[in-house]
Each structure stands twice: as structure tokens, then as C-alpha cells.
């Protein structure tokens, strides 16, 4: 049973920094597409970012610079680190895991099998 489990989201000033982090179990985060996306209230879900089978990372454009997505491969874990955040990064947080995928499908929700429960992650002004 695959299981994602987030931690480290919490309250920060804009221009802060938080680091996110997704442990997995029951799943293998080297050999597959692994992404973050978040949602705020009353909007869609909104990916952030992936790494693809081949390793390559992609970045949604509002996030591009501040935000990076790294893999431990040794822990099975998955990071976002975010920097400089703004107000307008306040949103649950997710991450998300494919069986299988092509990399130009890596920002699409239903590529992915699993998810996790998400972890609040509020920037203030």
C-alpha cells in the first residue's frame, strides 16, 4: 500500500522560506514522476513542480527561481524548498505520485495514483 506523507508546512512572513517534505512508503520515488501541487481556497489545484522519470525538474512559471524540487533517494523522500514566498503562495500543499508518465504530463492532476494529505503552508504580508 503506497502511502505520502507531507510535513513542514507552516506560517511565515513574505519573503520567508519553508521547506516541504514528502516521506513515501510503498513506493519508489527514483523510477517515477513525482510533483508537488497546492491549492488555495476557492481555486483549483495548481501544480508546482515535478521531476520526471528522467530526472529533469520543471517549474510552474509563478514559482520559477524561488522554489526547488530535489529527491532523497536513500529516504524515499521528496523536497520543496521555497523561498522568497509571497502572500499569494499561501495554498495547501501536496505531493503527488505516478505509476507511470510522460514528462510533458507531469502538470496534469490525473497523471498521478497517489497522494498525500496535504500541509498548510501560509505566507503573510
Known amino acids: 500500500q503506497v502511502q505520502l506523507v507531507e510535513s513542514g508546512g507552516g506560517s511565515v512572513q513574505a519573503g520567508g522560506s519553508l521547506r516541504l517534505s514528502c516521506a513515501a512508503s510503498?513506493?519508489?520515488?527514483?523510477?517515477?514522476?513525482i510533483s508537488w501541487f497546492r491549492q488555495a481556497p476557492g481555486k483549483e489545484r495548481e501544480w508546482v513542480a515535478g521531476i520526471a522519470t528522467s530526472g529533469g525538474t520543471y517549474y510552474a512559471d509563478s514559482v520559477k527561481g524561488r522554489f526547488t524540487i530535489s529527491q532523497d533517494n536513500a529516504k524515499n523522500t521528496l523536497y520543496l524548498q521555497m523561498d522568497s514566498l509571497k502572500p499569494e503562495d499561501t495554498a495547501m500543499y501536496y505531493c503527488?505520485?505516478?505509476?507511470?508518465?510522460?514528462?510533458?504530463?507531469?502538470?496534469?492532476?490525473?497523471?498521478?495514483?497517489?497522494w498525500g494529505q496535504g500541509t498548510q503552508v501560509t505566507v503573510s504580508s
Open positions: 510503498g513506493y519508489t520515488y527514483s523510477r517515477n514522476c
Open positions: 503527488a505520485a505516478a505509476n507511470t508518465c510522460y514528462y510533458w504530463r507531469l502538470s496534469v492532476p490525473s497523471t498521478y495514483n497517489y
